[in-house]
C-alpha cells in the first residue's frame, strides 16, 4: 500500500512530468512550423499560456529542448531489431510507416529539422549524423539476416539497400506531408522492388 509520504511526493513529479510533456508537445509543432532557427521558446511558452521562466525552469536552453523532442523519435523504435528477426524487415518497416500516420506532426518536425541540421554548425548535425549511422548499421544487419534466412533475394551489397531504404523513406515521408501521398503503398512497393521479397509460401529458410 502507498504511504500519505510517497503520495505527496509523487504529485509533485508527476505534475513536473506532465508539464515537461506538454511543453515538448508544444515544440513539437513549433519547430514543425517554423523550424528549430524559426521557433522560439517563447512562442511555446505563449501556445501553452505559460511564463517563459516556466518553460526555462524546465529546459533552460532552446538547445535543451530540442534534445528533449528529437529523443521521441529515437525511443519510438528501439525494439526494431527483436521485431524484424521476428516478422521480416520489410513488415517490421512498414509497421513504422503505418504508425507514423498518428504522428504527423512529430514527422513534420524531423524533417524540417534534419533538414536544417545538415548543416555543420547546427546544434542537432551531431545528432542527425549519429541517426544516420546508427539506423543505417541497424537497417544493414537486419537486411543481410532476412537474405540469409531466405525472406529477401536481392543480391546487392545491404549497406548499400540499406541506404536507399533510409533516403528513399523520407523522401516518401515529404510527399506525405506535402500532398497525401500514400506513404505505406508508396514504402512497400520501394521495398518489394529494392528488396526483392521471397514469394508467399515458399520455405524461409535456404537450405
Known sequence: MTSDAEGHSRGPYAKSAARRAEIIAS???????????????????KQLDLGLTTVMH?????????????EQEDAADTDFSARSERDGFI????????????????????SI?????????HEAHAWLLE???????????????????GRLRAGDDPRAL????VSGWEGIQIRWLTD?????AAMR???????????????????
Open 27 to 45: 515544440a513539437t509543432l513549433v519547430f514543425g512550423t517554423h523550424g528549430y532557427r524559426g521557433g522560439s521558446l517563447r512562442q511555446i511558452a
Open 58 to 70: 524546465h529546459f533552460p536552453t532552446k538547445a535543451s529542448l530540442l534534445a528533449a523532442v528529437l
Open 91 to 110: 513488415a517490421s518497416v512498414l509497421a513504422i510507416v503505418e504508425r507514423n500516420l498518428g504522428r504527423r506532426e512529430l514527422v513534420r518536425m524531423f
Open 113 to 121: 529539422v534534419s533538414a536544417e541540421a545538415t548543416h555543420p554548425d
Open 131 to 149: 541517426r544516420y549511422r546508427a539506423v543505417t548499421a541497424t537497417y544493414t544487419d537486419a537486411i543481410a539476416a532476412d537474405r540469409d534466412r
Open 162 to 165: 540499406a541506404d536507399l531504404v
Open 180 to 184: 497525401d501521398t500514400d506513404p505505406v
Open 189 to 207: 512497393l520501394l521495398l518489394t522492388r529494392l528488396l526483392e521479397p521471397a514469394p508467399p509460401g515458399s520455405h524461409p529458410w535456404p537450405d
